[in-house]
């Protein structure tokens, strides 16, 4: 009994409750830090076609929040990822439970798209949850009595924007980073560049691909916490912005927001890279749980 | 010089031989949203709508929308990458006569090739900007092949919808592909001063 005072209880119908708002939440607002980065671009682009769409982006906002409607008409794969203090107690199976009921929910009574069909029948449920999805991640912090729901509407043209390749340790760093640089360029304007090109290295394949999505979905403005990742980002970041892919594939500066890095140990005998792409429309919302209540945000 | 148009479908081959590379397109009326289910049905499943599509625009799209009495009503509209959709372009123009495809991202050589042998356009919407897209929708006036919900055939009728870009004209023209040549060749140098062979 390493953790004695418990202080905080998660009750079910509260996660519900909140992931039916974060996903409605996410799905009309980008974060601070996204429309900034837009805002950023803008100022920097040197290429008329290029300022009108990324100015047509940050009207998209404005005009989201006058009429309350959605940024964008994909709804996206939930995705859902629990991050776990210390000392707080909750049922897993019930908190799952709740996060598909609020799923649910919010595509019932907003009412939104359900872009959620069997991978093989293709049926479509209506309420945005089928097989596996949301898909639902956790992981476990040293924070006391606090919980926290990351939400993510993951949009398929951008999620199409995903690759994995076992390279061999001979092809080295350089083959990564070729990989990356290929990916992008093949990627073009369909992944609604400018995006967050989130790169997965090492680990085994799933946790690779895994890491590249946990990458794409990081706030603009961190970074790796791994040095030798860290110098990646800034050098494959400076890299892709000089392809001239340019938003919506039409040429100019900004291709990238960012390139982001995250990286696991791997084997003696792996090299693996995978890319996993974010739209311009780099949506997430939060919601924080403390004994003071809940808090949402980006 | 980029000229603005003001259409309404249904269009002519020769109405739309006049837009070129680079001009921009208003559209009033009548809108028909299709995506991939809805061709998978009509092209790869022998299905048949009840629409007439000749002379029509459609756009690469599945609303969200909200049922009431009588139809739907839109939520959101938006726009999705039309490159999985290129194998449709040319059943789209030959056998139900569409002439102007809007999407976002862009079509391929083929699709190129079927609007320069049949008359047809290619028009960029901003994808991610539905928000804006949306107040262009007047209505959701019929939908058909409702058991594809979300992606039904629909039909919009719309109200000053754009201004749209060009992007893929009659003459063979794609700002795409002029693009990806350009893209091409920045690789080589972006390799070249990351050292490594290309």
């Keep these: 009994m390493g953790h004695a005072a418990v202080t905080l209880r998660i009750v079910p119908d509260e996660i519900e409750r909140a992931v039916a708002g974060l996903y409605v939440r996410s799905l009309q607002s980008l974060p601070p830090d996204v429309e900034g980065a837009i805002g950023g671009l803008r100022n920097a682009e040197s290429d008329d076609t290029a300022r009108q769409i990324l100015d047509a982006m940050l009207d998209n906002i404005a005009v989201a929040a006058r009429t309350g409607g959605l940024l964008c008409q ?8 629990v991050s776990v203090g210390r ?28 872009s959620v069909v069997h991978p093989l029948t293709r ?43 076992m390279l061999l340790p001979a092809d080295g760093i350089a083959g990564i980073k070729r990989f990356v640089i290929d990916k992008v360029v093949e ?18 394949s799933d946790l690779c691909m ?57 084997h003696i005998t792996l090299n693996p890279v995978a890319v996993n792409i974010q739209c311009h429309s780099a949506r997430r919302a939060s919601a924080t749980f403390t004994a003071a209540g809940i808090e949402v945000g980006a | 010089m ?32 299709i995506r991939d289910a809805t061709q998978i049905a009509l092209f790869d499943q022998g299905r048949r709508t009840r629409f007439d599509l000749s002379g029509h625009a459609v756009i690469h799209t599945a609303p969200n929308v909200r049922r009431v009495e009588g139809g739907f009503e839109p939520v959101c509209v938006g726009t999705t990458t039309s490159a999985r959709m290129e194998r449709f372009t040319r059943p789209l123009m030959e056998r139900l006569g569409v002439r102007i495809i809007i999407g976002k991202g862009g079509l391929l050589d083929d699709s190129l090739a079927a609007f320069a042998e049949l008359g047809g356009v290619y028009l960029a919407v901003n994808g991610g900007c539905a928000a804006i897209e949306t107040t262009w929708i007047e209505r959701i006036e019929d939908a058909d092949l409702l058991d594809l919900d ?31 040549r350009a893209v091409t060749a920045n690789r080589a140098s972006v390799l070249a001063e990351l050292g490594i062979e290309p």
């Design chain 1, 74 to 81: 994909d709804t996206g794969l939930p995705v859902v990822t």
């Design chain 1, 87 to 114: 000392g707080v107690v909750f049922d897993g199976i019930a908190v799952e439970a709740a996060i598909r009921r609020g799923v649910a929910r919010a595509t019932r009574e907003h009412p939104l798209r359900s």
């Design chain 1, 123 to 165: 049926a479509n449920d209506q309420d945005s949850t089928g097989i596996r999805i949301p898909a639902i991640h956790w992981q476990f912090v040293e924070t006391p009595d606090w919980l926290r729901l990351d939400f993510v509407p993951k949009g398929s043209g951008s999620e199409n924007g995903s690759f994995l390749a």
């Design chain 1, 187 to 204: 990627a073009g304007g369909k992944v609604c560049p400018p995006t967050v090109v989130g790169v997965g290295i090492g680990g085994t």
């Design chain 1, 210 to 266: 895994h890491l590249a999505k946990v990458a794409a979905t990081r706030p603009l403005g961190t970074v790796s916490a791994d040095e030798h990742g860290r110098a990646l980002e800034v050098e494959l970041g400076r890299a892709v912005n000089r392809l001239g892919i340019g938003p919506q594939g039409l040429g100019g500066d900004a291709t990238a927001y960012a390139v982001h890095v995250e990286v696991a140990a791997t």
């Design chain 2, 2 to 33: 980029t000229r603005l148009h003001r259409l309404t479908a249904p269009l002519s081959e020769t109405a739309i031989r006049e837009l070129r590379a680079g001009d921009r397109v208003i559209l009033d009326g009548p809108l028909f949203g």
């Design chain 2, 150 to 180: 979300p992606e039904c055939l629909w039909r919009f009728a719309v109200k000053g919808f754009g201004p749209l870009l060009v992007a893929m004209d009659a003459h063979g023209r794609s700002l795409y592909a002029e693009r990806r």
